[in-house]
């Protein structure tokens, strides 16, 4: 007899953004007359920038003549992407790195979904509480988990992150094995500087832990204090992998492209964890499409960088919209600053869906409720920066009335 996958039974609900989602499309359609301005799921609105559209053009005439189509490409990525990333996102910050060492992907939650696959079930993870919910899930899946009880799960290593702690994760007071971080961090918006990311290197180093470090919003560092990278600090190819994606950096939420590094220095009782993800990737992973490589290859150009770095600085103008209007009115805001997202505490004690509820029904703006993201979420909603200016500076406007 067929015997599924019990750990997915264990899984609470439906997943976060589905919920919001539906329930910001039952409001539109009980209230036509009212459109909803969505600042909850974090989904760019500005379109790609014109050199990238340029590159994907180009490479579609290139798939149109027999002399330059391609086929399959190399699971890995084409070396002509994995080189500008060591060119323009490492070398240029002094890391060292080899074209080998970068793997590109079809996106950053599906990295940090699969990463699990090269992993014991038998390590103990920790994560920040609140969370981006893939790295949870994805380890409640492989059965890494355990059973979840009261909104927990029983052998995952929660790390609180608090306004007390400065939505900073202190260091496990137990063994953990495998650490998530994540810089800017989704969803406190909360950036780490050197100093406060020295301390999770040693200890990596100190407990033979591994550190999956989520800098998907690295484009959105404005604090000079603050690595782009895990690896601006000294050691951390030892102990860590780190996560890219095209998705916020360039706009590349629906055209999908990411990449992950693996350095060979990171070796778990003297094995090189890039082979075991080279294997993995190789054997269930065809490669992104060439369009999209040569898209994201695009990006680093002059033009594709002034252009995509116009597109950030327009999402974190927007950051500072929210923030200032949010705090006008009496909220305790975080985030925002490195970051496209605004952690809002919210008023009267009101508990996270509560809030989310009242401004949707009572604004037609749609948020993200903290709760969501984890039991330390409670009493926050998230906002994003990522919708037009326009429409930012409406739905300010709307909370301003209603607050
Ligand atoms: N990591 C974090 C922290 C995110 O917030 C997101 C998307 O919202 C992702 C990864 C997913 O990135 P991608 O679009 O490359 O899958």
Redo the contacts with the bound molecule.
Sequence with gaps: MTKINDNYLKLPGSYLFSTVAKKISAFQEANPDKPVIKMSI?DVTRPLVPAVIDAMHKAVDEMAAAETFRGYGPEQGYDFLRNAIVKYDYASRGIELEADEVFVSD????D?GNIGDIFSVDNKVAVCDPV?P?YVDTNAMAGRAGDYIDEHWSNLYYMPCLAENGFMPQLPTEKVDIIYL?FPN?PTGVAATKEQLKPWIDYARENKAVILY?S??EAFITNPDVPHSIYELEGAKEVAIE?R?F?KTAGF?GTRC?YTIVPHELKVNGTELNGLWNRRQCTKFNGVPYIIQRAAEAVYSPEGQKQTKENVAYYLNNASIIRNALTDIGLEVYGGENAPYIWAKTPDNMGSWEFFDKILNETAVGTTPGAGFGPSGEGYVRLTAFSSKENTEAAMERIKKLL
Aim: proline share 0%; hydrophobic share 30%.
């Design positions: 974090g996106g950053a939650k599906s940090c981006y893939v994540c989704n989520d998907a919003y996560f994606s998705s939420t990411a």
